[in-house]
């Protein structure tokens, strides 16, 4: 790997540099244990299917392990659509607080604090977002739009019309037509326009009586705020449908505008987008379902209240869609969101949208010259999509640049999403990012646009400093490997053979 660095010129490799590629599975010595125990004989077990190995080679592993891990508290993560900030060290504490060892059969009375904490949230997020409810139950945001259509069904059904549709734009993230076709709406796409918003004349032309909602994310996978709402809203409501507001992106407007104010009928948040939850690896996050008054009674059960005495858990709600999680939600997450909320206040709630949309048109301006982006002069929220189409006349693309980013010890942005953009590179820099670090991002951008022209088969080959190079994804997808096998090739001696040439 060295040698590969050297080669390329690349200075900034931060991966270790003596792996060994082996599983621990790999590396286990047979008979350790019995050697080790005092046991007798007839109490050892003939064999046990577990690596064998000594305290310090196991914890040598995986510390090995961990130092080839990115995260957020390595470097710059600007992952487009994900908001992966920095999530505050005081939000981790107060998780961490042993008052949170709480068993959730644990009677009502003896679990107050908790109850409040969650019951605080929801009117915070009431607050925040001018609707009249929220569950915390949802695990996820695409849980939450699941929630949202599941009631927004519910609501039909019970008034006996079959409405069957949900229109969703072109721009939507993937989870919202799956949500709605999860819930059985037959999904109506719609094009956004040429500056990547939605026309309301585009939505005139989708309704029809059997229009049940309109989700609509905002601002949009292209970072732009959809200016038509209230002419959306008005054709939506007059066709008798329901507007869904996709609030995975608040961070780009919190504490500015309220998806409640501008007409919208329910709605979704990612706590682990906004409100300083960790994000990534599947969990555990937290994505509350928001609705107006008409939909409350919806919401599932069950729901924490308070009756001017003690917080109490509320089952009888007759029309409630059921339960989507288990229990109250993911707790911890809940406690997160709760502290960061109140350690911000307003003032500091607002600045989030502030700084957001300030460094992503820093990067905008600084970046659009070489990487298109869609309306450079418009502003932006929170991300900007950026193109690499410019970058495919020395066969150079999207992907590529993302894998050459990983060998300045940066991550790379989101690519080829969304998918009305070519070569997508979609790029939010966070409001926790120093301009510090976006001007070192935006530079190894320019300076990979060079080495585009300069030397394209190198950013081809990228990257050059990581343990693994390129994987073969169809491999992984098509023969999936998830135990160890001694019979079986691993992952790392195929890619041996994929540089051999094998
Ligand atoms: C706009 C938008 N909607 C929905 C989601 C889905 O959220 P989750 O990954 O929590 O299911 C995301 C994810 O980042 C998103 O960016």
Redesign the pocket.
Known sequence: MKERIEQTGTQIPYRSDNFDFCLIFEKSKKNTFKKCTDLPDGLVRASLDIPELSEPEVIRHYTALSKLNFGIDTGMYPLG???MKYNPRFTEYLSALPHNMVHPYQDETTIQGSLKIIYMLKRHLMNICGMDDFSLQPA??????FTAMAIIKKYFERKNDNRNEVIVPDS??G??PKSAAMSGFDVVEIPSDEQGTIDHNIVKEAVSEKTAALML?NPN?LGLFEKEIPEIARIVHDAGGLLFY?G??LNGIVGKVRPGDMGFDCM?L?L??TFAVP?GGGGP?S?PTGVKKHLADLLPVPAVEFNGEKYYLDYNRPDSIGKVHGFYGNYLAIVRALGYILRLGSIGLTRISEFSVLNSNYMVSKLSDVYEVKNPETLHKHEAVFSAAGQKKYDVNALDIAKRLMDYGVHPPTIYFPLIVKEALMIEPTETESKGSIDNYCEILLRLNEEIQKDAEMVKSAPHSTVVGRLDDVFAARKMILRWNPDIVTTSDHENKQQDGN
């Open positions: 659509s994900c908001t996820a945001g695409a849980q939450g739009e939507a993230h989870t919202n994310t996978t996709d995975a992106n979704s990612n682990h987008k994000h996050g994505g």
